[in-house]
């Protein structure tokens, strides 16, 4: 079974996941809030030096990531016909950066550290009566999650028909993908029960 999490007890393992959270803002903000094709070639270096040091895990597994990857060539080339190679430069900086850090922090938190902080972050939101807490960082930790965890799971599959000479057909693909998939959700509700979520919903309903 294929996990996205980087379980080596790395540094960024042991920092706060809302300092991560809350890294990956301000950093959205710097990447989209300048045009400049040196800075963000400097912040993009960072970024890849962080993942060289602290978590190639996650440098693997967003090289993995051929979607992703295939958006970010289709909207750079796109960019590049419409406006220049210098503007797509800088969207190619701008989402290879930001994507790759984004990975670097799902690769270095566990489901359970994720609901937890979104749980907490919601609880505003839940004493004004807007929503619940619970189910906020439930649906966003389940998200943020299983989005890099189908695609690993994708990468893994297409690597063993390349290695064994087969070709890609949707049963063969497909059905180890969602197989595997509906596997893991033992371990998405043992992390769920260990909280209480469920028990605690059914008792407000």
């Not at 949707?170 to 033992?186: F, H």
Request: aromatic share 6%; hydrophobic share 60%.
């Amino acid at each position: 079974m294929i996990h996205i999490t980087d379980n080596s007890s790395g540094p960024l393992h042991r920092v706060p996941t809302t300092a991560k959270l809350l890294s990956l803002l301000i950093l959205s903000v710097l990447l989209f809030a300048t045009t400049s094709a040196l800075f963000l070639l400097a912040l993009a270096g960072c970024i890849l030096a962080v993942a060289l040091i602290c978590s190639r895990a996650a440098l693997a597994q967003w090289l993995m990531a051929w979607t992703l990857l295939f958006t970010i060539a289709v909207v750079v080339t796109w960019t590049w016909v419409s406006s220049g190679l210098e503007a797509a430069i800088v969207v190619l900086l701008r989402l290879s950066a930001l994507s790759l850090f984004a990975t670097i922090v799902t690769a270095t938190t566990t489901i359970g550290q994720f609901i937890d902080t979104i749980t907490a972050l919601a609880r505003p939101l839940e004493r004004i009566g807007l929503a619940n807490a619970r189910d906020i960082g439930l649906a966003i930790g389940l998200v943020v999650r299983f989005i890099p965890e189908v695609q690993s799971r994708y990468a893994a599959i297409a690597d063993a028909h390349r290695a064994r000479g087969l070709k890609m057909r949707i049963a063969t693909v497909v059905v180890p993908v969602i197989i595997g998939t509906i596997l893991s959700a033992d371990e998405i509700a043992n992390a769920i029960d260990a909280r209480s979520i469920r028990a605690q919903n059914a008792k407000r309903d």
